[in-house]
């Protein structure tokens, strides 16, 4: 009897503990417990005290009632009994009756009351948070119901700016351990120059095995159309995809080749064939040049064989822009590449206005493509040009010509406002309020500051390199190395031109042939750079130019002008050749043509008038009365000729004669 009791204790308490149960809740539901557990333990005919207690009991299931003395807590003295029915047990007949058989394993489990409490204040709960949740949905839905159009626009341009943020690559691969620590040929700086470079090795040696190092976040890919002919085309699909329409139609990728073009940079090791490989969205820190290890930003190391820095250059600033506060600074930018690009075309669907500091190409560009762009899609988008020379482009181009261009950017839709500078910036609202030198205040939504570039040469401190006083960018020599087995090129190095002397060009030739002198010179090549780069320019599909060596408005000019056709276009030139890139097309003119009769030269420049019709034309630069420069106005696929005419190095008695060169009185 004792030992019963204790038992009936010992259950008492776990049961108290398995139900988590406090008293005096517990009650009822402990007087079912003993109740079930003293029906498996008693027998059918008596109490405890029975004398055939002490014979070894059979649990049979059975219906009769049992009863079974509890805990009483309402009276001290007196014991209640309850009346309980055992269930139904299968009992297997092949297990033989014990002398002291568990009752707790023949006893059904406990039941535990505050479970379904429980469940159901979690009901309660839930229903009280979803209404909360659908009273806060409601409340703001109310208020930015009741808010003017006006500042829904403005929210509305502040959420595109944040998802066009995010589409911006993370680095791939995500770890640095999965970028080899060893590569034959390594190329920091995924642009032009860089995969120029790439291709030139791999012409050279068909199994070498390239490495990429793109701070950018993506594949290679040609930055000129960024600025022009991807604005030209509303279709929103290509602009996700990041393809354009060139001028004559067709489509074409920003990119210089597809992803399945490349190699992940963890199979670039063990490929037989080699390949290239790019990692996206990783930054070298340092380059150890006698080492030949390069540190990334994280301390992983690269040893080289043989390295190139194409790490491009990065646009300027103003410095009542870069020192503005915080909240002034989230309305300006610049324009590089293709993040600010994604970033832009969010903001030119929504936005009124929007202001571009600077009168060069790209602001100039620019300025026509968004104008464009604002009467195909944002017809209440204003394009303001601000900038402190006279006329666009009047850097390059003679003042006539500069004058003459600032009446078509303006034809194009947009406000210039030429010969000003601003002197102060504030917030006010949602606008940037620009206070200009002749006291008259511009007032828009966006600013972008597009006042040039300067060579991206962060690394020269670290490692050791020289970078050009004068200049700017890494110094090199005339085989673009900058130490032993570290080359540069594109618009980070600093060359030295056997014609002009020292120079740093910032352009897409420049960036391919440089790049591709430098990818021969890895492999062994050893050449020397003697190449004329050139450039150009569209501001839309009916005005474009090229040019070559040193053109400076500064400089005498000799302009040669005729009059153009449909076929002096830029349009007409990419239907014919369906290539956007100017560069490519340099056709194979014969330089062999009889030579300018010798007469005197009369060096003029014509009259602004602003209203001539300069169709299409050449203009000569002139430095002691050598040539040094040349501009081809609208006249396409005679570049040949105009390098011929630069390395002749000559004076020439009439300009007009060598003008003739370039067929351009011909029909």
């Given amino acids: ?325 915080e909240a002034i600074q989230k309305h300006i930018t610049t324009f590089r590449g293709i993040p600010d690009y994604v970033e832009l075309n969010e903001i030119v669907k929504e936005t009124d206005s929007i202001a571009i500091i600077g009168g060069g190409f790209l602001g100039s560009e620019l300025a026509c493509a968004l104008s464009r762009r604002a009467s195909l899609e944002n017809p209440k988008l204003k394009v303001y040009q601000i900038f402190k020379e006279p006329g666009n482009m009047h850097k390059v181009l003679p003042e006539y010509l500069s004058l003459w261009t600032t009446n078509k950017v303006a034809k194009e839709g947009v406000h210039i406002i030429a010969g000003s500078e601003v002197q102060d910036v504030k917030l006010e609202g949602n606008e940037v309020s620009l206070m200009l030198n002749d006291g008259k205040k511009v007032s828009v939504n966006k600013v972008i500051v597009a006042v040039g570039v300067e060579p991206n040469t962060y690394l020269a401190e670290k490692s050791g390199l020289e970078v050009d006083p004068d200049c700017g960018g890494f110094l090199v020599n005339a085989e673009l190395e900058a130490r032993s087995h570290l080359y540069a090129a594109g618009d980070c190095s600093c060359f030295y031109d056997i014609k002009f002397g020292r120079r740093r060009v910032e352009h897409h030739d420049h960036a391919v042939i440089s790049g591709r002198l430098a990818g021969e010179n890895m492999v062994g090549a050893g050449k020397p750079y003697l190449h004329q780069s050139m450039f150009w320019s569209d501001l839309g599909p009916d005005i474009g130019f090229e040019a070559i060596g040193i053109v400076d408005s500064s400089l005498p000019t000799v302009a040669v002008f005729a009059k153009a056709s449909e076929k002096d276009s830029p349009k007409a030139i990419v239907a014919e050749s369906n290539d956007n890139i100017r560069s490519n097309l340099e056709a194979n003119v014969s330089t062999t043509s009889s030579s300018p009769s010798p007469v005197n030269t009369q060096k003029t420049s014509a009259e602004n008038t602003g209203t001539d019709d300069y169709g299409k034309g050449i203009i000569f630069y002139l430095r002691d009365e050598l040539v040094v420069g040349i501009v081809l106005w609208n006249v396409f696929r005679r570049m040949t000729v105009a390098r011929q005419v630069l390395k002749d190095d000559r004076k020439y008695d009439d300009l007009n004669e060598v003008a003739k060169l370039f067929h351009i009185f011909d029909e």
Wanted: charged fraction near 25%; hydrophobic fraction near 30%.
């Fill in 1 to 325: 009897m004792l030992r019963h009791r204790s038992l009936i204790s010992l259950l008492n308490n776990v049961h108290r503990q398995t139900c988590h149960l406090r008293p005096p809740s517990h009650n009822l539901v402990r007087t079912d417990f003993l109740c079930k557990f003293n029906r498996c333990y008693s027998k059918k005919s008596g109490g405890a005290n029975d004398e055939s207690s002490n014979k070894t009991p059979r649990i049979t299931p059975s219906a009769a009632t049992y009863k079974s003395p509890v805990d009483n807590r309402g009276s001290s003295s007196s014991t209640s009994y309850k009346e309980c029915h055992p269930g139904t047990q299968k009992v297997n007949s092949e297990i033989q009756s014990c002398n002291r058989p568990n009752p707790v394993s023949a006893c059904p489990p406990p039941d535990c009351a505050h479970e379904e409490s429980a469940a159901a204040q979690a009901r309660k709960n839930n229903k009280r948070l979803l209404a909360a949740i659908l009273l806060t949905a409601g409340t703001c839905y109310t208020i930015w119901k009741l808010q003017p159009e006006s500042n829904k626009e403005k929210i509305d341009v502040k959420t595109s700016r944040k998802s066009a943020a995010k589409s911006v690559p993370v680095k791939i691969p995500s770890t640095s351990s999965e970028i080899p620590a060893h590569v034959p040929y390594l190329l920091v700086g995924g642009g032009t120059a860089g995969f120029s470079a790439f291709r030139a090795i791999k012409s050279l040696d068909a199994k070498a095995k390239v490495l990429i190092l793109s701070e950018e976040g993506y594949l290679p890919y040609m930055r000129p159309p960024l600025s022009k002919e991807v604005w030209y085309d509303p279709d929103s699909e290509k602009k996700d995809e990041l393809t354009f329409k060139q001028w004559n139609g067709s489509e074409k990728s920003l990119f210089y080749e597809p992803e399945d073009f490349y190699i992940s940079p963890k199979e670039l090791d063990e490929n037989p064939n080699g390949g290239v490989a790019v990692a996206r969205g990783w930054r070298v820190e340092r380059i150890d040049p006698f080492k030949r290890i390069a540190y990334l930003e994280d301390g992983h190391e690269i040893k080289y064989e043989k390295c190139l820095l194409a790490t491009g250059a990065k646009p300027k600033s103003l410095n009542i822009f870069s020192k503005a506060p």
